[in-house]
């Protein structure tokens, strides 16, 4: 058994330990209300957005435009979403395996759609180029091997539609040059505190049925828009498309339309990642400060055994003395 003093040192060690989990999980929760307050603030945006798009999608058939036209050949690119610091338990581990699996076979994100083997399309080997927001995710993708075109690691926490800028116009810039046929975005869906899901979605070129399955997909966890407001409404209100008049040059104006639509989808899919992030830093620090402190329990009984057992042999030691004297 430990010495009484080592025990202590233990003990000490631990609260020291349990102080600074504590502090992370109360910062994380502070951050995480921000995070989250914005994610939810900007989601009806972002679903009355591609609704605007699914209205337009009726007149796609008449505009020619690389955002909404299928190609055969070309490279992917994948946008892999993840954070700059580790201690929040699995956020980056299940998004990375969410982006490997994606390297490895392509699992379409379109609900209803089959596997295709990433590497042989018609027997043709795809190239991947990856593009990574977040320090933990560039370190994953360059371990392993992957091609990684560019890094975003200054992205603030509390972040603006600004500061996605950058990201968005390099993204649109290649496809609209042809560098890419498909680029898709790995990321963690915030559903509650406890529940983060690492998800893939397809991000250009947009479809008419991946624009509506997305909605969907979004009105699941979306409010409602009114309090008083029926699911007959909701259904309504999905299914309803409304007649756009173009006045000028139509395609200039989709052009203009569908980059602001995808620069805010790529916004609104940062802000589910940081608010993912800090949920699950807060409950990973949780966890540690609730070992910790069972931790400190356990080893304070140790210590007043270890204690009490000393004090027990002193006494043997005094009694055997003095009867040894007599």
């Not at 921000?34 to 591609?50: D, E, H, P």
């Not at 909404?68 to 929040?88: A, Q, R, Y």
């Not at 966890?287 to 004090?311: W, Y």
């Amino acid at each position: 058994m430990a010495s009484t003093k080592e025990i202590k040192q233990r003990i000490k060690s631990v609260k020291n330990t349990k102080k600074i989990t504590k502090a992370m999980e109360l910062v994380a929760a502070s951050k995480m209300r921000r995070a989250v307050s914005s994610a939810l603030a900007s989601r009806l945006y972002a679903t009355y957005s591609w609704n605007v798009l699914t209205s337009l999608s009726v007149r796609l058939d008449d505009i020619n435009h690389p955002f909404f036209m299928e190609k055969k050949e070309g490279k992917t690119l994948l946008i892999l979403i993840t954070s700059n610091t580790g201690l929040c338990g699995a956020y980056n581990t299940q998004v990375i395996k969410k982006a490997i699996s994606m390297l490895k076979t392509k699992i379409s994100p379109t609900p209803g759609v089959g596997e295709t083997p990433l590497h042989q399309v018609s027997g043709k080997e795809i190239k991947v180029d990856i593009i990574t927001v977040g320090k933990k995710g560039d370190g994953a993708m360059r371990r392993t091997g992957q091609n990684v075109i560019a890094s975003f690691v200054d992205i603030p926490d509390n972040k603006t539609l600004f500061d996605i800028v950058p990201l968005s116009k390099l993204i649109v810039d290649e496809y609209k040059k042809g560098e890419y046929k498909d680029i898709f975005v790995a990321y963690t869906d915030f559903i509650s505190a406890l529940n983060q899901k690492a998800n893939m979605r397809k991000l250009l070129p947009i479809s008419k049925q991946e624009i509506k399955e997305l909605i969907d997909t979004i009105n699941e966890v979306l409010p409602p828009l009114d309090k008083g407001r029926t699911e007959e409404g909701s259904e309504k209100r999905e299914n309803s498309e409304t007649p756009y008049i173009f006045e000028g040059d139509a395609v200039a104006l989709v052009e203009s339309l569908a980059e602001k639509i995808i620069r805010t989808q790529i916004y609104q899919m940062t802000l589910e990642s940081s608010a993912s992030e800090q949920s699950s830093r807060m409950v990973a620090m949780k966890n540690a400060t609730d070992a910790a402190g069972e931790m400190i329990s356990d080893l304070t009984l140790v210590f007043n055994k270890a204690r009490q057992a000393g004090i027990t042999q002193e006494i043997s030691e005094i009694s055997a003395g003095m009867a040894s004297v007599n």
